[in-house]
C-alpha cells in the first residue's frame, strides 16, 4: 500500500480546502512514515502512538497535538473502514469515551494506564450498590412510588 496514494485517497474523500488539504498531507504522511519506522504493519500500537505524541508535544502546544490526533483518527477511521478492524484510537475511544483530548492526555502522562482508569465511565445509576440496586427495582414496579405522600 503506497502511503502517499492512501493519503490521497483519503483526502479526496474529505471535503476540506487547499489550504487544510497540505496541512493534513503533511501531517498524514509524516505520520505514516513514523509509524513504518517503527511497526511492521501499517497499524500502529499503543507504543508507536505515544512515542508520536511525545515528540509532538516537543513541538507544539497540546491543543495542537490534539488537533492533529483528530485528524489521524479520522484517516484511520477511513483506513480502517475497508478491513473492519478498529484501530488503537478507535479502541481507546470505545473504552474511554468519545472525546480525543482527555485520552491524549493520559497517553501523554508516564503513568498512562492509570491515566486511561481514570477515563473510564462510570457505571449507570443504581448498579454501584447493593441500595442503589433496590431504587432501580423498585422503580420499575410501578409508578405509586413516584407519588409524594401526604400523610406524613
Not at 57 to 78: E, K, T
Not at 121 to 140: D, F, I, T
Amino acid at each position: 500500500m503506497r502511503t502517499q496514494g492512501t493519503v490521497d485517497k483519503f483526502l479526496d474523500a474529505q471535503a476540506i480546502g487547499l489550504k487544510s488539504r497540505y496541512t493534513y498531507a503533511g501531517l498524514l504522511r509524516a505520520f505514516d512514515a513514523f509509524v513504518s519506522d517503527r511497526e511492521a504493519s501499517t497499524r500502529p500500537s499503543m507504543e508507536t502512538l505515544r512515542a508520536w505524541l511525545q515528540q509532538d508535544i516537543q513541538r507544539s502546544p497540546l491543543a495542537n497535538v490534539v488537533h492533529r490526533a483528530c485528524v489521524i483518527a479520522r484517516y484511520l477511521d477511513w483506513r480502517s473502514a475497508a478491513g473492519g478492524h478498529l484501530h488503537v484510537l478507535a479502541q481507546l475511544r470505545s473504552q474511554y469515551g468519545r472525546h480525543l483530548n482527555p485520552i491524549v492526555q493520559a497517553l501523554l502522562q508516564d503513568d498512562f494506564e492509570l491515566a486511561l482508569q481514570r477515563l473510564r465511565p462510570l457505571k449507570p445509576w443504581g448498579q454501584c450498590s447493593r441500595r442503589g440496586n433496590a431504587r432501580a427495582r423498585h422503580a420499575h414496579e410501578g409508578p405509586w412510588l413516584s407519588v409524594r405522600r401526604t400523610d406524613a
